[in-house]
Protein backbone atom coordinates (compact mmCIF):
# COMPACT_ATOMS: atom_id res chain seq x y z
CA UNK A 1 0.00 0.00 0.00
CA UNK A 2 1.19 3.54 -0.95
CA UNK A 3 0.40 6.80 0.68
CA UNK A 4 2.00 10.43 1.04
CA UNK A 5 2.03 11.67 4.20
CA UNK A 6 3.53 15.40 3.86
CA UNK A 7 4.11 17.29 7.30
CA UNK A 8 6.64 20.29 7.44
CA UNK A 9 7.39 24.09 7.50
CA UNK A 10 7.40 23.14 3.87
CA UNK A 11 3.45 21.71 3.70
CA UNK A 12 2.12 25.55 2.61
CA UNK A 13 5.22 26.28 -0.12
CA UNK A 14 3.97 22.75 -1.87
CA UNK A 15 1.44 24.31 -4.19
CA UNK A 16 3.99 27.25 -5.50
CA UNK A 17 6.81 24.62 -5.75
CA UNK A 18 4.81 22.47 -8.37
CA UNK A 19 3.56 25.66 -10.14
CA UNK A 20 7.33 26.66 -10.87
CA UNK A 21 8.53 22.99 -10.88
CA UNK A 22 8.36 23.40 -14.80
CA UNK A 23 11.08 25.27 -14.77
CA UNK A 24 9.03 28.06 -16.92
CA UNK A 25 8.66 31.45 -15.93
CA UNK A 26 4.96 32.59 -14.10
CA UNK A 27 4.05 35.83 -13.67
CA UNK A 28 3.10 36.81 -10.14
CA UNK A 29 -0.74 37.45 -11.19
CA UNK A 30 -0.64 33.89 -12.70
CA UNK A 31 0.87 32.17 -9.68
CA UNK A 32 -1.74 33.99 -7.44
CA UNK A 33 -4.62 32.95 -9.38
CA UNK A 34 -3.53 29.46 -9.75
CA UNK A 35 -3.55 29.37 -5.49
CA UNK A 36 -6.19 31.58 -4.63
CA UNK A 37 -3.79 34.28 -2.73
CA UNK A 38 -3.11 37.52 -3.18
CA UNK A 39 0.15 38.36 -5.36
CA UNK A 40 1.13 40.14 -2.16
CA UNK A 41 1.15 36.60 -0.84
CA UNK A 42 2.61 34.65 -3.38
CA UNK A 43 5.75 37.03 -3.07
CA UNK A 44 5.96 36.27 0.83
CA UNK A 45 5.81 32.39 -0.47
CA UNK A 46 8.35 32.97 -2.63
CA UNK A 47 10.92 34.76 -0.33
CA UNK A 48 10.82 31.80 1.97
CA UNK A 49 12.43 29.94 -0.77
CA UNK A 50 15.98 30.62 -0.29
CA UNK A 51 15.65 29.23 3.13
CA UNK A 52 15.50 25.66 1.74
CA UNK A 53 18.29 26.43 -0.41
CA UNK A 54 15.98 26.73 -3.88
CA UNK A 55 17.25 29.30 -5.98
CA UNK A 56 14.63 31.82 -7.68
CA UNK A 57 15.40 33.66 -10.47
CA UNK A 58 13.32 36.99 -11.37
CA UNK A 59 12.99 37.68 -14.97
CA UNK A 60 12.07 41.55 -15.15
CA UNK A 61 8.96 42.33 -16.60
CA UNK A 62 7.51 38.43 -16.44
CA UNK A 63 7.80 36.75 -13.42
CA UNK A 64 9.81 33.84 -11.73
CA UNK A 65 11.30 30.81 -12.24
CA UNK A 66 13.08 27.89 -10.72
CA UNK A 67 16.05 28.06 -13.09
CA UNK A 68 16.27 24.38 -14.20
CA UNK A 69 12.77 23.05 -12.49
CA UNK A 70 12.33 20.67 -10.44
CA UNK A 71 11.88 17.17 -10.07
CA UNK A 72 9.58 16.07 -7.41
CA UNK A 73 8.95 13.09 -5.75
CA UNK A 74 4.99 12.02 -6.11
CA UNK A 75 3.56 8.81 -4.31
CA UNK A 76 1.28 8.14 -7.42
CA UNK A 77 3.93 8.04 -10.35
CA UNK A 78 6.48 6.41 -7.54
CA UNK A 79 3.65 3.30 -6.73
CA UNK A 80 2.96 2.70 -10.55
CA UNK A 81 6.64 2.55 -11.20
CA UNK A 82 7.08 -0.33 -8.81
CA UNK A 83 7.83 -3.78 -9.81
CA UNK A 84 4.39 -5.84 -8.69
CA UNK A 85 6.57 -7.91 -6.20
CA UNK A 86 8.01 -4.93 -4.37
CA UNK A 87 4.81 -3.49 -3.76
CA UNK A 88 3.16 -6.14 -2.13
CA UNK A 89 5.79 -5.94 0.66
CA UNK A 90 5.59 -2.43 1.17
CA UNK A 91 3.38 -1.68 3.54
CA UNK A 92 3.40 1.99 3.59
CA UNK A 93 4.96 4.56 1.54
CA UNK A 94 5.75 8.02 3.56
CA UNK A 95 6.98 11.38 1.40
CA UNK A 96 7.64 14.31 3.25
CA UNK A 97 8.98 17.63 1.82
CA UNK A 98 11.68 17.65 4.60
CA UNK A 99 12.78 15.91 7.54
CA UNK A 100 15.42 16.04 9.85
CA UNK A 101 16.60 12.43 9.05
CA UNK A 102 14.72 9.82 7.02
CA UNK A 103 16.65 6.83 9.44
CA UNK A 104 15.75 8.74 12.62
CA UNK A 105 12.04 8.78 11.68
CA UNK A 106 12.15 5.17 10.13
CA UNK A 107 14.25 3.94 13.76
CA UNK A 108 11.77 5.81 16.03
CA UNK A 109 8.76 3.87 14.79
CA UNK A 110 10.36 0.16 14.65
CA UNK A 111 11.20 1.29 18.42
CA UNK A 112 7.73 2.34 19.02
CA UNK A 113 6.50 -1.42 17.09
CA UNK A 114 5.64 -0.52 13.67
CA UNK A 115 7.77 0.68 10.74
CA UNK A 116 8.45 -2.77 9.39
CA UNK A 117 8.08 -2.43 5.25
CA UNK A 118 7.60 1.41 5.76
CA UNK A 119 10.04 3.06 3.11
CA UNK A 120 10.57 7.01 3.84
CA UNK A 121 11.60 9.60 1.28
CA UNK A 122 12.42 12.93 1.93
CA UNK A 123 13.26 16.10 -0.59
CA UNK A 124 15.37 17.41 2.00
CA UNK A 125 17.14 16.54 5.05
CA UNK A 126 18.70 18.81 7.96
CA UNK A 127 20.04 16.22 9.97
CA UNK A 128 21.02 13.20 7.28
CA UNK A 129 23.29 10.93 8.62
CA UNK A 130 26.56 9.15 6.90
CA UNK A 131 28.86 6.60 8.52
CA UNK A 132 31.30 7.24 10.87
CA UNK A 133 29.38 9.91 12.59
CA UNK A 134 29.02 12.07 8.76
CA UNK A 135 26.74 14.29 7.53
CA UNK A 136 25.19 13.77 4.60
CA UNK A 137 24.35 16.47 2.22
CA UNK A 138 20.78 16.45 0.82
CA UNK A 139 19.84 19.54 -0.85
CA UNK A 140 16.13 19.84 -1.59
CA UNK A 141 15.07 17.83 -4.54
CA UNK A 142 19.09 17.47 -5.46
CA UNK A 143 19.67 13.32 -4.76
CA UNK A 144 17.08 10.16 -3.32
CA UNK A 145 17.06 9.97 0.14
CA UNK A 146 15.70 6.56 1.22
CA UNK A 147 15.03 4.80 4.34
CA UNK A 148 13.72 1.21 4.69
CA UNK A 149 12.42 -0.52 7.74
CA UNK A 150 12.33 -4.30 8.63
CA UNK A 151 12.15 -6.89 10.83
CA UNK A 152 13.44 -9.65 11.09
CA UNK A 153 13.81 -12.81 13.57
CA UNK A 154 16.95 -15.13 14.37
CA UNK A 155 19.32 -12.35 15.84
CA UNK A 156 21.98 -9.46 14.08
CA UNK A 157 23.83 -12.25 12.65
CA UNK A 158 21.59 -13.06 10.08
CA UNK A 159 22.58 -9.55 8.73
CA UNK A 160 26.52 -9.75 8.05
CA UNK A 161 26.87 -8.22 4.88
CA UNK A 162 23.78 -6.62 4.66
CA UNK A 163 25.42 -3.53 3.42
CA UNK A 164 26.99 -4.83 0.91
CA UNK A 165 24.12 -6.61 -0.20
CA UNK A 166 22.12 -3.16 -0.71
CA UNK A 167 24.87 -2.03 -2.18
CA UNK A 168 24.54 -4.41 -5.28
CA UNK A 169 21.06 -3.77 -5.39
CA UNK A 170 21.38 0.10 -5.56
CA UNK A 171 24.32 -1.32 -8.30
CA UNK A 172 21.65 -3.16 -10.23
CA UNK A 173 18.94 -0.54 -10.19
CA UNK A 174 21.04 2.48 -11.52
CA UNK A 175 21.98 -0.42 -14.16
CA UNK A 176 18.67 0.21 -15.23
CA UNK A 177 18.81 3.17 -16.09
CA UNK A 178 21.87 2.41 -18.09
CA UNK A 179 24.64 4.50 -15.45
CA UNK A 180 28.06 3.93 -16.96
CA UNK A 181 30.70 2.87 -14.32
CA UNK A 182 28.94 2.00 -11.51
CA UNK A 183 31.27 0.13 -8.96
CA UNK A 184 31.55 -0.70 -5.23
CA UNK A 185 33.07 -0.03 -2.70
CA UNK A 186 33.81 -1.98 0.59
CA UNK A 187 31.69 -1.69 3.16
CA UNK A 188 28.95 0.87 2.24
CA UNK A 189 29.66 3.29 -0.67
CA UNK A 190 27.92 3.17 -4.26
CA UNK A 191 31.07 4.84 -6.74
CA UNK A 192 31.00 5.97 -10.31
CA UNK A 193 33.88 7.27 -12.14
CA UNK A 194 36.13 6.73 -9.06
CA UNK A 195 34.04 9.04 -7.06
CA UNK A 196 30.89 8.83 -4.10
CA UNK A 197 27.90 8.56 -6.03
CA UNK A 198 25.40 6.90 -2.83
CA UNK A 199 25.96 5.56 1.12
CA UNK A 200 24.63 2.93 2.94
CA UNK A 201 23.92 3.43 6.76
CA UNK A 202 22.22 0.68 8.41
CA UNK A 203 20.87 1.20 12.37
CA UNK A 204 19.80 -1.84 14.52
CA UNK A 205 17.00 -1.61 17.03
CA UNK A 206 15.53 -4.29 19.27
CA UNK A 207 16.59 -7.90 20.80
CA UNK A 208 20.22 -8.45 18.73
CA UNK A 209 20.19 -11.80 19.62
CA UNK A 210 16.25 -12.39 18.35
CA UNK A 211 13.81 -10.58 16.79
CA UNK A 212 15.48 -7.03 15.76
CA UNK A 213 14.77 -3.95 14.00
CA UNK A 214 17.22 -2.80 10.65
CA UNK A 215 16.44 0.50 9.18
CA UNK A 216 18.24 0.96 5.52
CA UNK A 217 19.29 4.44 4.49
CA UNK A 218 20.55 5.53 1.49
CA UNK A 219 21.65 8.60 -0.17
CA UNK A 220 21.65 8.91 -3.61
CA UNK A 221 23.12 12.36 -5.33
CA UNK A 222 21.23 13.14 -8.38
CA UNK A 223 21.96 17.13 -8.84
CA UNK A 224 23.56 18.19 -6.66
CA UNK A 225 23.70 22.16 -6.89
CA UNK A 226 27.39 23.46 -6.48
CA UNK A 227 27.20 25.66 -3.73
CA UNK A 228 25.58 23.24 -1.34
CA UNK A 229 27.75 20.65 -2.42
CA UNK A 230 31.07 22.21 -1.40
CA UNK A 231 30.63 21.26 2.00
CA UNK A 232 31.09 17.84 1.25
CA UNK A 233 34.49 16.30 2.64
CA UNK A 234 35.33 13.74 -0.24
CA UNK A 235 35.27 12.78 -4.07
CA UNK A 236 32.11 13.01 -5.12
CA UNK A 237 29.74 12.79 -8.15
CA UNK A 238 25.90 12.96 -8.87
CA UNK A 239 24.02 11.52 -12.25
CA UNK A 240 23.50 14.66 -13.33
CA UNK A 241 27.25 14.35 -14.45
CA UNK A 242 27.24 10.87 -15.82
CA UNK A 243 23.72 10.10 -17.31
CA UNK A 244 21.44 13.25 -16.27
CA UNK A 245 17.54 13.24 -17.08
CA UNK A 246 16.81 10.69 -14.61
CA UNK A 247 13.56 10.59 -13.68
CA UNK A 248 13.77 10.62 -9.69
CA UNK A 249 10.20 8.99 -9.25
CA UNK A 250 11.60 5.98 -11.52
CA UNK A 251 15.51 5.89 -9.84
CA UNK A 252 13.42 5.84 -6.35
CA UNK A 253 10.65 2.92 -7.62
CA UNK A 254 13.63 0.91 -8.83
CA UNK A 255 15.84 1.18 -6.05
CA UNK A 256 12.54 -0.47 -3.64
CA UNK A 257 12.00 -3.09 -6.24
CA UNK A 258 15.14 -4.21 -5.57
CA UNK A 259 15.68 -3.54 -1.80
CA UNK A 260 12.44 -4.68 -0.71
CA UNK A 261 12.45 -8.13 -1.86
CA UNK A 262 16.30 -8.11 -0.74
CA UNK A 263 15.18 -7.41 2.48
CA UNK A 264 12.17 -9.93 2.49
CA UNK A 265 14.50 -13.31 1.68
CA UNK A 266 17.73 -11.90 3.38
CA UNK A 267 17.10 -13.84 6.83
CA UNK A 268 16.87 -17.26 4.28
CA UNK A 269 19.48 -16.18 1.61
CA UNK A 270 21.95 -14.23 3.01
CA UNK A 271 25.35 -12.63 1.77
CA UNK A 272 25.75 -15.75 0.30
CA UNK A 273 23.39 -14.91 -2.76
CA UNK A 274 25.08 -11.58 -3.55
CA UNK A 275 28.70 -11.78 -2.66
CA UNK A 276 29.94 -12.94 -6.65
CA UNK A 277 27.73 -9.81 -7.41
CA UNK A 278 29.93 -7.41 -5.24
CA UNK A 279 32.80 -8.97 -6.24
CA UNK A 280 32.47 -8.03 -9.80
CA UNK A 281 31.64 -4.69 -9.17
CA UNK A 282 34.66 -4.36 -6.58
CA UNK A 283 36.55 -0.77 -6.97
CA UNK A 284 39.67 -1.90 -5.42
CA UNK A 285 39.97 -5.56 -6.57
CA UNK A 286 43.52 -6.67 -6.46
CA UNK A 287 44.72 -3.16 -5.69
CA UNK A 288 47.00 -1.29 -2.99
CA UNK A 289 44.92 -0.05 -0.51
CA UNK A 290 45.51 1.35 3.29
CA UNK A 291 42.75 0.24 5.90
CA UNK A 292 42.56 2.83 8.92
CA UNK A 293 40.87 2.24 12.22
CA UNK A 294 41.42 5.00 14.91
CA UNK A 295 44.52 4.01 16.43
CA UNK A 296 46.48 2.05 13.41
CA UNK A 297 46.33 1.41 9.71
CA UNK A 298 47.29 -1.60 7.65
CA UNK A 299 48.41 -1.84 4.17
CA UNK A 300 48.10 -4.55 1.64
CA UNK A 301 46.01 -6.28 -1.32
CA UNK A 302 42.57 -6.05 -1.31
CA UNK A 303 41.72 -10.00 -2.26
CA UNK A 304 37.45 -9.19 -2.24
CA UNK A 305 35.11 -10.40 0.63
CA UNK A 306 34.46 -13.90 1.98
CA UNK A 307 31.20 -15.44 2.50
CA UNK A 308 29.88 -13.06 5.43
CA UNK A 309 30.87 -9.71 3.65
CA UNK A 310 34.45 -8.88 5.44
CA UNK A 311 37.25 -7.51 3.65
CA UNK A 312 39.91 -9.87 2.70
CA UNK A 313 43.13 -7.64 2.81
CA UNK A 314 46.75 -9.72 1.54
CA UNK A 315 49.46 -8.38 4.15
CA UNK A 316 53.20 -8.39 2.90
CA UNK A 317 54.20 -12.04 3.17
CA UNK A 318 50.99 -13.59 1.49
CA UNK A 319 49.30 -13.89 4.29
CA UNK A 320 45.69 -13.02 4.48
CA UNK A 321 44.04 -11.63 7.28
CA UNK A 322 40.06 -10.39 7.15
CA UNK A 323 38.20 -7.09 8.22
CA UNK A 324 34.38 -6.02 9.69
CA UNK A 325 33.22 -3.28 9.03
CA UNK A 326 32.73 -0.67 11.92
CA UNK A 327 34.95 1.68 12.19
CA UNK A 328 37.52 0.88 9.34
CA UNK A 329 37.42 2.33 6.55
CA UNK A 330 39.53 2.01 3.12
CA UNK A 331 40.95 4.02 0.79
CA UNK A 332 43.17 3.19 -2.19
CA UNK A 333 46.88 3.05 -1.37
CA UNK A 334 47.64 6.47 -2.68
CA UNK A 335 44.27 7.87 -1.08
Known sequence: MTTAERKSPLDQLRPVLELLADGQVHSGQALGAALGVSRAAVWKQLQKLADYGLELESVKGRGY??????????????????????????NRLVLRDEVD???ARVLALL???????????????????????RQWISPFSA????????????????????????????????????????????????????RKLAGVLLELTGDLTDRCGVVVGVGMNVGLPRAQAAAIDQPWIDLQQVQPG???NALAAAMLSRLLPLLAGYGD????????????????????????????????????????GALVLELEGGKLRTFHGGEISLRGAQG
Open 101 to 103: STN
Open 269 to 308: RGFAAYREAWQSRDAFAGQPVELRSAHQSWHGIARGVDAA
Open 111 to 133: EEGGGHGVAMLAERQTAGRGRRG
Open 143 to 194: GVSLSVGWQFSGGVQLLEGLSLAVGVALAEALEEFAVPDVTLKWPNDVWCRG
Open 65 to 90: RIPGGLDLLDAARLGQALHPEASGLL
Open 246 to 248: IDR
